[in-house]
């Protein structure tokens, strides 16, 4: 069964602090570049959830 690192807003909605903590931690669990990520938005096209396989 695959990893996933995901992360979710603290509040309702991902903060541009919690993004750049998320891209941080996936970076340095070694997702690629080019790997997918899955998110989450709310109805407005706020990021709620953010989700990646970690190889």
Do not use: Q
Request: hydrophobic share 35%; glycine share 8%; aromatic share 4%.
């Amino acid at each position: 069964m695959p990893r996933t690192l995901r992360v979710t807003g603290e509040s309702k909605n991902l903060t541009f602090e919690e993004l750049r903590e998320f891209v941080k931690v996936a970076g340095d669990a070694g997702v690629e570049d080019d790997e997918c990520v899955t998110a989450e938005v709310s109805t407005t096209g706020k990021i709620k959830e953010l989700e990646v396989e970690i190889p």
